[in-house]
Structures are given as C-alpha cells and as structure tokens.
C-alpha cells in the first residue's frame, strides 16, 4: 500500500510539474509590462502574431538599427509581424533618457511606430521576467545579453523561435529568414 501510494504521489507530482512548465511556457503573454507610456500591459495584445523583441538604446554604435526596424515592422506588419522596442540602460549608460526622452527621440530620429515600452533590465538580479524568460536558464537560447539591439524572434504560437545578436542587423538574411518562416507558421 506504502508503495503504490508512493507511486501514486510521484506521478501525480510529476503530472503537476509538467503542467507547471507547460503553464510557464504558455505565460510569455501573461507577463506585466508597461508600455513607454507607463501605462500597464503585456505581451496579450500580440497573440497570435510574430514578434521581434529588441533591448533598444539610444546613444549606442547600433542605434540606427531603428531604421532597419522600422521598415521590417512597416514591411511585415500586415502579415502579422511586430516589433516590441525594451529600452535598456544596462550597457554603458547608452539608454540614460527617461521614457518620454526615450519616446520623442525614436520619433523624431527614426520614425519608430512599432511599440515601445518602459525601460527594464535584460540581466543581472533585477532582470525583468521578461528577459528570464527570453535569456533565462530554461528558454532555448539562455545566456547573458551581451549588448543593446539584441534581438528575439517570438512565433505566433508565443514559442521562442530564434535569437540575435547585436551585430545581427534586422535586414540580414538570417533575421528576414526567421521573420518569414515564423510569419509562415500558422
């Protein structure tokens, strides 16, 4: 009786745990997030679509990349496509602007229409879920960003699907390749 309890226990602990990381992995939509405005939201409004998830600064060597945003947002977005900016002030004080700086630059700069959010943090102890989601030690591509404009490719089905590097421009083949394979994917 010990035994088949036991054994009873395990599996449905292991039921549990399993529904636990399929909950985890479902919850990418679900996690807080303010909008550059402040306003609070999350990742909801985008189900079902593909998005680019980039930590954004505005006085770093690869800040043009808006541009390259811009037009992939602008070129993709009837398909389904969004590009989420997530300003971040983690290397070299690159991102120093308060989030309505932050807004008014990247309108006044580079157009962006694409949305943008509050500025968080991509690592270290106060590491947004977000990015512990994106970067943590269970999502398929872990580790540390190295830099601003680094780049994941979210599929419509709100699974991880790729990542980039910064030097990795948003027009590269690669980038445009996993877009459109994504965008692909119904």
Same mark, same amino acid.
């Given at each position: ?9 395990? =599996?449905? #602990?292991?039921? *549990? ?7 985890? =992995?479902?919850?990418?939509?679900? $996690? ?19 998005? *680019? ?23 993709? =977005? #009837? ?5 989420? !900016? ?40 106060? @590491? ?6 994106? #970067? ?6 872990? !580790?540390? $960003? @190295? ?8 599929? @419509? ?5 790729? @990542? ?17 394979? #994504?965008?692909?994917?119904?």
């Amino acid at each position: 009786m010990v035994g088949t309890m036991n054994t009873t226990w395990f =599996a449905l #602990a292991a039921v *549990l745990m399993g529904s636990v990381s399929l909950s985890a =992995a479902a919850s990418l939509y679900d $996690i807080p997030l303010k909008d550059i405005d402040g306003k609070d939201t999350s990742l909801k409004p985008y189900a079902g679509k593909v998005i *680019l998830v980039v930590n954004v600064a505005s006085k770093c060597g690869f800040t043009p990349q808006y541009t390259a945003l811009e037009a992939a947002y602008q070129k993709y =977005a #009837a398909q389904g496509l969004v590009v989420c !900016g997530f300003p971040c002030n983690q290397f070299h004080s690159q991102e120093p602007g308060t989030d309505a700086e932050i807004k008014q630059f990247c309108s006044a700069n580079y157009n962006v229409t694409f949305p943008m959010f509050d500025k968080l943090e991509v690592n270290g102890e106060n @590491r947004h879920p977000l990015y512990v989601a994106l #970067a943590g030690k269970d999502s398929p591509f872990p !580790g540390d $960003i @190295r830099w601003n404009f680094t780049k994941f490719v979210i599929g @419509r089905d709100g699974k991880i699907v790729a @990542r980039f590097d910064s030097k990795v421009k948003p027009d590269s083949p690669e980038v445009t390749q996993a877009i459109e394979t #994504a965008l692909a994917a119904k």
